[in-house]
């Protein structure tokens, strides 16, 4: 399994950006899925965007379509979620998490999972 470590997280306005980094340990990051889940509280952990070994191929939740890009650094052994247009109800707890290296959205097919960073979106 991978250690993982996230940061980036805070308070942000509606509208406004922010950029959470997920810290990956080993020679073997580019083998791995790599995906980005959150929960808010009272809630269920839900899949916001995952993206493939290679980084080739990405997908995300509707939700977040169109406001949030996920990507990867391999020389870095870094993966990114930048989330822009922020709204209240991005607000949760995100987590990074490592996979088997196919692409999936099930966090049950993650092994590997960072401790979370909270995400607040308020005015």
């Known amino acids: 399994q991978v250690q993982l470590v996230e940061s980036g997280g805070g308070l942000v306005q509606p509208g406004g950006s922010l950029r959470l980094s997920c810290a990956a340990s080993?020679?073997?990051?580019?083998?791995?899925?790599m995906g980005w889940f959150r929960q808010a509280p009272g809630k269920e952990r839900e899949f916001v965007a995952v993206v493939s070994g290679s980084g080739g191929v990405k997908d995300y939740a509707d939700s977040v379509k169109g406001r949030f890009t996920i990507s990867r650094d391999s020389a870095k052994n870094t993966l990114y979620l930048q989330m822009n247009s922020l709204k209240p109800e991005d607000t949760a707890v995100y987590y990074c998490?490592?996979?088997?290296?196919?692409?999936?959205?099930?966090?049950?097919?993650?092994?590997?999972w960072g401790q979370g960073t909270q995400v607040t979106v308020s005015s």
């Open positions: 998490a490592a996979g088997s290296g196919i692409i999936t959205t099930n966090s049950r097919h993650f092994g590997s």
């Open positions: 080993g020679r073997t990051f580019n083998l791995y899925t």
